[in-house]
């Protein structure tokens, strides 16, 4: 069964970085697009970013843009998501998912709360 | 326009049959997939490419389009079918993602 573990999350000051990890296992990770999602608290899911199977096409939400960052490690088998500029209004839990136009499978979450 | 849109909430006795609709401009060109999520988990693929069903998902729960709807149905609802249910599509690009606000189904 395909596994994802993400890793990275805490509490961090706004105005400061973080970076997400999303390690995967069980599939052949270099032959799929991957996404991030986050879900603020008692809120919908929002998509952040995907990234093509093979790293060269990266893909932002508008409002996103310039301050996330998606990227990927083939040979590790580890998916990334730097944040940087950190908002209060960033604070959730993101989610990492393999797939191309949809997300079959989903990691269990890391949780960022950003606050002073 | 790439919004999708649902009803904020659906409640139903067990046994009957729940109605989720996503409405968007963009439907009649992209395919819908739906997720449910239950509380403190992660969300789950329920159906994909508007009526597909991944393995393992029962069969009472089926996806529809129509025009610039689409419609989950849960047939026979049962208790452990009381979830969030979200709608997903590609933005009119076919590139980005968009997101339905969510459907809380209560099974009463």
């Known amino acids: 069964q395909v596994q994802l573990v993400e890793s990275g999350g805490g509490v961090v000051l706004p105005g400061r970085s973080l970076r997400l990890s999303c390690a995967a296992s069980r599939f052949t990770f270099s032959n799929f697009g991957m996404h991030w999602v986050r879900q603020a608290p008692g809120k919908g899911l929002e998509w952040v970013a995907g990234?093509?199977?093979?790293?060269?096409?990266?893909y932002y939400r508008d409002s996103l843009k310039g301050r996330f960052s998606i990227s990927r490690d083939n040979s590790k088998n580890t998916l990334f998501l730097q944040m940087s500029a950190l908002r209060t209004e960033d604070t959730a839990v993101y989610y990492c998912?393999?797939?191309?136009?949809?997300?079959?499978?989903w990691g269990q979450g890391a949780r960022v709360t950003v606050s002073s | 326009s790439s919004e999708l849109t649902q009803p904020p909430s659906v409640s139903v006795s067990p046994g009957q049959t729940a109605r989720i609709t996503c409405s968007g401009d963009v439907l009649p060109k992209r395919y819908a997939y739906w997720y449910q999520q239950k509380p403190g988990q992660a969300p789950v693929l329920v159906i994909y490419?508007?009526?597909e069903r991944p393995p393992g998902i029962p069969e009472r729960i089926s996806g529809s389009s129509s025009g610039t709807t689409v419609t989950l149905t849960i047939s026979g609802v049962q208790a452990e079918d009381e979830a969030d249910y979200y709608c997903?599509?590609?933005?009119?690009?076919?590139?980005?993602?968009?997101f339905g606000g969510g459907t809380k189904l209560t099974v009463l």
């Open positions: 990234i093509s199977h093979d790293g060269n096409k990266t």
């Open positions: 997903q599509s590609a933005g009119d690009s076919g590139v980005y993602w968009v």
């Open positions: 490419k508007d009526n």
């Open positions: 998912g393999v797939g191309g136009d949809y997300l079959a499978y």
